[in-house]
């Protein structure tokens, strides 16, 4: 599989992930997510497949877009996307929150095998390190 091919794919999965027409879509989430996904949400809570697949369906409609998307490709059927992404909602302040997920390419096609949202209080670049 080629690196740039891979990034362009997941990308876009990720970004049918953010569209409300999917979002509220269980059988169109079903298909992206694998069946032991789990996702530490930016609220603390961890959620397993059912209960993502449940909480989506009651969650207010909003405008998610993604910023500096990058792929790290972990083995050739393994892949970490990690992206900044900013919620709008009418009458609401724009939320940011880095993302981090964990993809697995099996059955022929790609699948988020877990994921993570840390909310983000300011824009810091995202190739500052933490290590000394």
Avoid: C
Avoid at 64 to 90: C, G, M, N
Avoid at 98 to 107: H, K, N, Y
């Amino acid at each position: 599989m080629k690196e740039i091919g891979i990034s362009e794919t997941l990308r876009e999965l990720e970004e049918q992930l953010l569209s409300n027409s999917v979002r509220t879509n269980p059988a169109a989430v079903s298909t992206l997510l694998a069946e032991e996904f789990r996702e530490f949400g930016s609220s603390g809570r961890i959620f397993s497949k059912p209960e993502i697949l449940h909480e989506l369906q009651h969650e207010s409609p909003a405008q998610i877009s993604i910023q500096e998307f990058h792929v790290s490709l972990l083995s050739d059927k393994i892949a970490l996307v990690t992206y900044r992404s900013i919620k709008r909602q009418p009458g609401s302040q724009p939320i940011e929150s880095l993302r981090s997920s964990l993809w697995i390419f099996r059955d022929a096609r790609w699948q988020m095998h877990f994921h993570q949202g840390t909310k983000a209080s300011t824009k810091a670049s995202t190739n500052a390190s933490i290590l000394p």
